[in-house]
Nanobody, 114 residues
């Protein structure tokens, strides 16, 4: 049974950092690419980053490039999203998903506020 479980969200001040985790079960990370999405209040869900299954190549949207880093630990079957220099507009629910199956985790809330 496929499962994705995000964690690591919370309240952080502008300029702060958080690391989100996405623990996968029922499959291995070398089988499927994993995407990170976020949904800000009142806005559509947007894709912000992804990591490929084959070689771990990463991609980012411009709004997070240079601030966010996606990585994976194959032994732990976990994908991470390291977020630095957080801004107010980074607030939202963050989801990981299996790109090719459109299978989503339950999300974790990140609130950037002073």
């Amino acid at each position: 049974q496929l499962q994705l479980m995000e964690s690591g969200g919370g309240l952080v001040q502008p300029g702060g950092s958080l690391r989100l985790s996405c623990v996968a079960s029922g499959f291995t990370l070398d089988q499927y690419a994993i995407g990170w999405f976020r949904q800000a209040p009142g806005k559509d869900r947007e894709g912000i980053s992804c990591i490929s299954s084959s070689d771990g190549a990463t991609h980012y949207v411009d709004s997070v490039k240079g601030r966010f880093t996606v990585s994976r630990d194959l032994a732990k079957n976990t994908v991470y999203l390291q977020m630095k220099s957080l801004k107010l507009e980074d607030t939202g629910v963050y989801y990981c998903m299996i790109a090719s199956l459109s299978y989503w985790g339950q999300g974790t809330l990140v609130t950037v506020s002073s």
